[in-house]
């Protein structure tokens, strides 16, 4: 199966910048699409920012401009460079990839990390 491991989460001040980033191992033949969602406490998971295998990016609206999603294919990785934090951006942020498993697949399936808590002081 494929395994997702974060790191680079942490405690911070509210301005301050944090690099988070997510390995993927295991059976994989390609990986699709690769992101970031993040969970508040008691709040539902939401969406941060994908990237495409061409590179295509998409963010949400309250991160655009200060949140960079970026990947590095020869070894499954994904990376979310965060600046200008804010206090509202606290959250455990889940990495999340679509890999093919099996060769001749024709699409990803869906593999979540465990999660890398981010906390933004004011």
């Known amino acids: 199966q494929v395994q997702l491991v974060e790191s680079g989460g942490g405690l911070v001040q509210a301005g301050e910048s944090l690099r988070l980033s997510c390995a993927a191992s295991?059976?994989?033949?390609?990986?699709?699409?690769m992101g970031w969602y993040r969970q508040a406490p008691g709040q539902e998971r939401d969406f941060v920012a994908r990237?495409?295998?061409?590179?295509?990016?998409n963010y949400s609206d309250s991160v655009k401009g200060r949140f960079t999603i970026s990947r590095y294919n020869p070894n499954n990785s994904v990376f979310l460079d965060m600046n200008g934090l804010k206090p509202e951006d606290t959250a455990v942020y889940y990495c999340?990839?679509?890999?093919?498993?099996?060769?001749?697949?024709?699409?990803?399936?869906?593999?979540w990390g465990k999660g890398a808590l981010v906390t933004v002081s004011s």
């Open positions: 999340h990839v679509e890999a093919r498993t099996t060769l001749g697949a024709t699409y990803g399936m869906p593999f």
């Open positions: 295991g059976s994989i033949f390609r990986t699709d699409s």
């Open positions: 990237i495409t295998d061409d590179g295509t990016t």
